[in-house]
Each structure stands twice: as structure tokens, then as C-alpha cells.
């Protein structure tokens, strides 16, 4: 072997090595912070939010807080309001379309929300099936008209 293509494959062989630590590291720490920011209280990231982005002065610092503070719990309800809605409508969706999907398409549906329940909080909480009907009957609107095929 000549030593131009040992020169290359030890070149070649640093260049794979270091995309894969690369990819590794870049993984590990990208599921540590989603796993750090799902730990802390919404308060806390919503007020840490706010002050990252208006970079209070010193003598503004105290009394911003206090107010953001305020308004945290208001901004908190208003997110769960949200999420526990758009949780509802995705049941009303898996519903409809549970008749079309294959089961392979539903199957990759349901693995996609799973991904996004563990990222976002874990697991969803479990919902009452209900036959032939609407699931929620406390929010009849929720789910949206089914147009009739021919």
C-alpha cells in the first residue's frame, strides 16, 4: 500500500470518527436540554423568557420580575387550556380518520404522538372511548362535521 492512500484512509478514518462523536454529542445534548426544560416550572421559564428578551437594566430588574411574576400563572392556564384542546381535537382526528388509515399509517400516528408526549411532558392522559358518538360529550364542538361521501 502506498503511503498517499494510507495518508487518505487515515484522513478519511479521523474525518468519519469525528462526525460520529459529533452526532453522538450533538444528541445527548440536545435530549438533556429538552429533558432540563421539561423539569423547570412553567414560571420560571416563562419569566426567564421575558427578561432574556427585554434585558432589563439593573434598576428594572426587581420590579419587571414582580410583574411577570404576576401574570406567569394567568399564561400558565391559558397553556394547558391549549394543550388539553388540541389534545382533544387529535382524538377527534384519530377517530375520523381510524376508518381510512391502514394499519401501518395508524400505527405511525400513534408512535408520532407518543414521541411528542414524552418530549412535551409525558405520557397523554388516558381518555374514555366511547361507541358510536362523540368521545367528549362535555365539549360536543370540539370535533368538526363529517361530511357525508357518496
Do not use: C
Not at 110 to 131: I, V
Amino acid at each position: 500500500m502506498s503511503i498517499r492512500l494510507k495518508t487518505t484512509l487515515i484522513i478519511v478514518g479521523t474525518l468519519i470518527i469525528g462526525i460520529i462523536i459529533g452526532s453522538l454529542g450533538s444528541g445527548a445534548l440536545l435530549r438533556r436540554r429538552v429533558r432540563d426544560f421539561g423539569e423547570r416550572p412553567m414560571k420560571d421559564l416563562f419569566v426567564e423568557g421575558f427578561e432574556r428578551m427585554v434585558r432589563p437594566e439593573e434598576n428594572q430588574r426587581d420590579t419587571i420580575r414582580v410583574i411577570l411574576e404576576g401574570y406567569a400563572p394567568k399564561f400558565k392556564a391559558i397553556h394547558e387550556s391549549h394543550v388539553a384542546s388540541l389534545d382533544s381535537l387529535l382524538d377527534s382526528l384519530d377517530v375520523d380518520l381510524a376508518d381510512v388509515l391502514t394499519p401501518e399509517q395508524l400505527e405511525r400516528m400513534k408512535e408520532r404522538r407518543r414521541r411528542l408526549h414524552r418530549a412535551f411532558g409525558g405520557p397523554p392522559p388516558p381518555r374514555p372511548h366511547m361507541q358510536g358518538g362523540d368521545r367528549f360529550p362535555d365539549h360536543p364542538g370540539d370535533r368538526p362535521e363529517r361530511e357525508e361521501g357518496p
